[in-house]
């Protein structure tokens, strides 16, 4: 019996979803934060010169070599590039199942929150009684309750996955995009409206051009735009060459990748008017604003210094988060299901699409067990390399983290640019983009093929570079 791959419905679908695996925690606590830090507005600018020279490029690559070959990651690469595609196709497979590891725990805390600021809101628990760094302790310590979250968590995933490219990673993000949007909108409407809250939006968009009048200043902030671009566009994941192999030859994939990236940024600018103002206003001094300690400790405290309609807040704003947990996992497990279903196929057998995503939810349910009772490293767990007292080994999800946008992520794109520019060869992908109704040819092509060449290769390595001394530097 032949096997039917499947293919999106409609390209807003196949948007919304790549959008929606694009657009995830990074989003909101990295961004808003690295660029008040970093420089505000010059900082936006300098994020999207990288997006548009590294990103792009990479992005519409991977788009083509997905859909030209129209199989699983590895296949793809594998067919196009030999040993050196194999062994991309390879990286980019261990990264989504190491990520998951620790996005699916994360992903569970954010419904916890929901749970507590529920709890609270029809009088069953009174979290706002304590802190929200207490919450998050609480949280942290609670092994069986974190571990059974992560169960959720991974349970929704499956439910999703398992109803298909269409009718379910489709159907799912055509609701969940636009809900998250709305409440998002929602959100930063209250945030924006808090007495106090110009701080933050004049802490993430005010320019502040110290870090620009050093050489050593600059190169930080490339840096750290650099690694947190090519981490918010999901890219050397596997995402977009596998979405992209379920997507119409008549799309055009020009238009598709400057949406993608538009939107994922948009989002992003989004998050930050909702969170730093909000966070500015109510956080108290010293307040986190970045990472899990912003997102748990700190706008916890907010929703329980708001009153009365601070849960609801609450509730809307961590379901919000959770959506955008869920909306990345799903495509990272798609990722391996994809693999697992047209490996099936190749080896001439009918695959169970079902059986496949519960044995692979079954393997990141595990990994995820033991982040979770870790809990960020409050419990305690041996960590390898836990006594060189570097970044990459304070906590199990440090270590997962290292592997994956440390090493794996950054140096698959590396490779992945290289293959493209020099073996492949920008003709091949250009020949696959005009298949659609996209304009590829002329100065565009002239300026992918240089960017595929040379400029992304040399920026990956620096992204690379900077990665690595990020989490080979001593754990603060
Ligand atoms: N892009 C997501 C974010 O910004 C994170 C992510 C990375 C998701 C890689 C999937 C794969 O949070």
Redesign the pocket.
Known sequence: MEHHRGQWGSNLGFLLATVG???????????PYKMGATGGFPFLVVYLILAALIGFPIMISELAIGRKVGRSVLVSYQRLGGRTGAFVGWLAML??LL?LSF?TVLGAYCIQYVALNFSELIGLAQISHISGAQSFTDMLTNQPMAVLFTLLFIGICFLIIRGGIKDGIEKFNKVGMPALFLMLVVVILRAVTLPGAVEGLKFMFAPNLAPFTSLEGFLKVLSVAGG?MF?????A?G?TVTYGSYLSKKEDLVKNSLLIIVS?TLV?LMAGMAVLPAAFALGGEGAEMAGPKLLFITLQDVFNAMGPAGPLFGILFYLLVSL??IT??I??IEVLVTFLVDHTVLKGKTPNRSRIVAAVCFVILVMSALVAADGLGANGLWVPFHQTGLNLSASWLDFMDFI??GIA?PLGALIMSLLVGWKIGPAAIQEEVRLGDSHFSGGLYRFYRICIRFVAPIGMAFILYGQLSAFLSPAG
Do not use: K, R, T
């Open positions: 695996a694009a657009v995830g925690l990074g989003n909101i606590w990295a961004f990264s989504p990520i996005y947190q981490f918010s566009l999901s890219l994941m995402i994922d992003a955008a947990a990345s996992a495509a990272l994956s946008e992520m």
